[in-house]
């Protein structure tokens, strides 16, 4: 034992990488084991996505995963909120008659843990080289047992708030998420009275509230996209820029057709018309930030893709944002997550700190 922890815990896992960027854990079959081994394998640091996956689907994708890479990776998981008695006859009859329109069965609302408990076990079996939690910080025992067996802990927290909390429990990085980010806010609890469940922080001003709050080494999320975003939040104190929206668009993510059009519809549009296009992710009563259509047009502020804007009453979009998103902007000659992270998005960081040193004299 050394620091009180077993000494083969590897700290620094994600700080030291060659490359500071990481492929964001991406629920719903955006996150692949392809995805996260070409990342790892690149230098980068790769994620799955555990939420809404079975168990045992996870211990696929490992298996797969360790097929693929001896690099290092991360397992992401949903820490499940508390069990409440909420009154969901409202928002169970807009499903409902959206889903008619479509003629699909809408299900009932049903609370479940995500597996969790055996998800839990499951990182600590395998001896996941670093796991991370969202929606919650998870219990100190989780993180002592993580630690024994070697994982490096990231708590994903919105607020210097929740900052304190994911220390408290010990965790080793925070994960930084700003309102920019694509899918769902990483909120620990959801406060109804304000729209974005929680104070809406922009990127730069939460990592450094985050840091001034707490001592621990931050990811920076939300709205990263190039080389010069990547810059401005490792200029900002931060270990590793990750990537959620940028990395879709990929070969080797499993996003849907309809979500990579979307998205390079969306990117050649900005191209015209500077706003900020959102890649979808929602979970069903939690803040998220996507694109807004007809199914979601109607819900409740939380519930929107894109609450900032909802609250303009708009369509989905942040004028004034000039995130371009997709498309050939972000790997020309070069869509495969290895190209992307390999080249362009390091070299341009790289420039821009040169000109910012120059500027700075
Ligand atoms: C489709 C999609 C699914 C996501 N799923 C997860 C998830 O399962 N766990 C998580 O911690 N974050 C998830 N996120 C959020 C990302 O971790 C990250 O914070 C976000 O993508 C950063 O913003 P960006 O998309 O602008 O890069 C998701 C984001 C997207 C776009």
């Not at 490096?152 to 994960?175: F, I, K, N, Q, Y």
Request: include cysteine.
């Amino acid at each position: 034992m050394c620091c009180g922890r077993p000494c083969d815990y590897r700290r620094n896992m994600i700080a030291e990488r060659e490359i500071p960027l990481i492929a964001a854990p991406m629920a719903g079959g955006v996150s692949t084991p392809e995805l996260a081994a070409a990342v790892s394998g690149a230098g980068a640091f790769g994620f799955l996505a555990a939420g809404y996956l079975s168990a045992e689907a996870l211990a696929g994708q490992v298996e797969r995963l360790r097929a693929l890479t001896s690099e290092p990776f991360g397992v992401n998981l949903f820490v499940p909120g508390r069990h409440r008695d909420v009154d969901l006859a409202d928002y169970q009859e807009r499903v409902r008659s959206a889903s008619a329109r479509y003629g699909v069965d809408a299900g009932s609302p049903q609370w479940d843990d995500d597996q969790y408990p055996a998800k839990v076990d499951l990182v600590i079996t395998q001896r996941i080289p670093v796991v991370s939690f969202t929606f919650g910080p998870p219990d100190r025992s989780i993180v002592e047992l993580l630690h024994e067996v070697g994982s490096e802990v990231v708590v994903t927290v919105t607020t210097p708030a929740e900052a304190r909390l994911a220390a408290e429990v010990g965790a080793d990085l925070l994960c930084v998420q700003g309102m920019e980010a694509g899918g769902h806010r990483a909120i620990f609890e959801d406060d109804r009275e304000l729209p974005g469940g929680g104070p809406l922080y922009g990127l730069l001003a939460a990592i450094r509230l985050v840091q001034a709050e707490v001592d621990l080494p931050v990811i920076a999320a939300g709205g990263l996209v190039h080389g010069a975003d990547v810059a401005a939040v490792l200029a900002a104190g931060a270990v590793a820029a990750q990537l959620g929206t940028a990395f879709m668009v990929c070969d080797e993510a499993g996003t849907q057709p309809v979500h990579r059009a979307e998205i390079a519809a969306g990117s050649a549009r900005n191209r015209a018309d500077p706003g900020v296009q959102r890649a979808p992710g929602p979970r069903a009563g939690e803040p998220v930030s996507g694109r807004q259509h007809r199914c979601t047009r109607g819900l409740p502020a939380t519930e929107q893709p894109d609450q900032a804007d909802a609250r303009r009453g708009g369509q989905g979009r942040r004028p004034g944002a000039d995130v371009v998103v997709g498309g050939p902007d972000l790997c020309p000659g070069a869509s495969s997550a290895r190209g992307r992270t390999g080249a362009r998005l390091i070299d341009e960081a790289g420039a821009s700190l040169a000109r910012a040193t120059a500027r700075l004299g």
